[in-house]
């Protein structure tokens, strides 16, 4: 029943900007979290950032400095504003929710946006 949107990948010259939107649709748990990761051709899927309904963030290593994550509870939204973009960060980006209701884990994808950075 959850669905996530997302919208904002393309691509940019090296040192520029994107941001990122997901917006959860369904019956989502107030007590969530939401984040965004990446996948790279060859690599495993890494955490890029993400963030609990009541605000707490972690960043991955390689961000840290040059990506924020932010949200709007009442939208079910989350964003990630990318700054000082480079090549290696050039990868489907994922957006994810997670929630447990009762007895049931949820664990949410949306369907991936392409974001390239160009040398």
């Known amino acids: 029943q959850v669905q996530l949107v997302e919208s904002g990948g393309g691509l940019v010259q090296t040192g520029g900007s994107l941001g990122l939107s997901c917006a959860a649709s369904g019956i989502i748990s107030s007590i969530n979290v939401m984040g965004w990761y990446r996948q790279a051709p060859g690599k495993q899927r890494e955490l890029v950032a993400r963030?609990?309904?009541?605000?707490?963030?972690n960043y991955g290593d390689s961000v840290k400095g040059r990506f924020t994550i932010s949200r709007d509870n009442a939208k079910n939204t989350v964003y990630l504003q990318m700054n000082s973009l480079k090549p290696e960060d050039t990868a489907v980006y994922y957006c994810?929710?997670?929630?447990?209701?009762?007895?049931?884990?949820?664990?949410?994808w949306g369907q991936g946006t392409q974001v390239t950075v160009s040398s």
């Open positions: 994810n929710l997670r929630f447990t209701t009762g007895p049931w884990d949820y664990d949410s």
């Open positions: 963030i609990t309904s009541g605000g707490s963030t």
